[in-house]
């Protein structure tokens, strides 16, 4: 689980972190696509009986589907950590102000 | 005295968000000081960011299906609409963020902290990006709220609400 190189994340933490990057990316493409295709809306409204509680379970379905997949499919020091906090960050801005600029915009 | 379970709900939700920030400021404060004897408080601390945080989704999403409809009628009415297209619209997409940032933080700090350089430097976003986030996510929900209170006070949804 952890990593003896003090400059890299253990197998798991970094195949997590990668997935929490897709995730937070995937819930804001997901919001978008929804807002604009309505019939997306519908059939995930059809699926929990909200789309708010659908979207919800698909990002975290998404982080813990990818991170169990990158944890156990990739050999161990395969999955690469070095510079995930700077793109998790990155991704997080770039996820928030895509949701707020859509809102704002459309 | 006359509290509503959908009050108890909205209170919850937000009382737990949050807890669920300060003990995400915990989790940074413990990895900034990581060393061998904190190492087992602060997975407790991040264990605690997940549950709280959990809590938190559970009683807004139970509140946002069932009875904010009624609310998002006022406020599109008001003269604030802007409260819930842009604010509760953002709000209600944004809160996943440091849902699943708060999934990840438990499984961080399963590292060990206080020799891992990269393991904290990951830890202290991480719990930094659920702090900020959360202080949006929770400034959002106070705009919504004075949304829906300038809304009663407007003379059209005052007809409506009455």
Not at chain 2, 21 to 42: G, M, Q
Not at chain 2, 112 to 133: G, P
């Amino acid at each position: 689980m952890n990593s003896d190189d003090p400059n890299q994340l253990g197998r798991t933490s970094a195949a997590f972190g990668w997935a929490a990057v897709v995730a937070v990316l995937f819930n804001s493409a997901l919001t978008c696509a929804k807002d604009a295709f309505k019939p997306l809306n519908s059939l995930m409204a059809s699926l929990t009986g909200h789309h708010w509680t659908t979207h919800g379970l698909a990002a975290i379905a998404v982080f813990f589907g990818l991170g169990l997949l990158l944890s156990k499919l990739v050999p161990a020091g395969k999955v690469p950590s070095g510079h995930l906090a700077g793109i998790l960050t990155g991704a997080v801005i770039v996820a928030g102000l895509g949701l707020v600029g859509w809102f704002f915009l459309f | 005295m006359n509290v509503t379970f959908k009050d108890i709900l909205l209170f919850t939700h937000a009382g737990f968000g949050v807890l669920a920030i300060l003990a995400a400021l915990w989790v940074f404060k413990d990895a900034l000081d990581a060393s061998e004897a904190n190492a087992a408080r602060t997975r407790k601390a991040a264990f605690f960011v997940t549950l709280l945080m959990c809590v938190s989704w559970i009683c807004g999403g139970y509140w946002y299906v069932h009875f904010y409809p009624g609310d998002k009628a006022m406020i599109l009415k008001g003269p604030w609409p802007f409260a819930h297209t842009l604010f509760m619209e953002t709000k209600e997409h944004l809160f996943f963020i440091p849902l699943i940032l708060s999934f990840y933080l438990p499984i961080l700090t399963r590292e060990k902290l206080f020799s891992n350089a990269t393991a904290r430097k990951m830890t202290l976003c991480v719990a930094m990006l659920i702090v900020l986030s959360g202080l949006a996510i929770e400034g959002a929900g106070s705009v919504i709220g004075y949304g829906v209170r300038v809304a009663l006070l407007h003379p059209e949804t005052k007809v409506i609400h009455q």
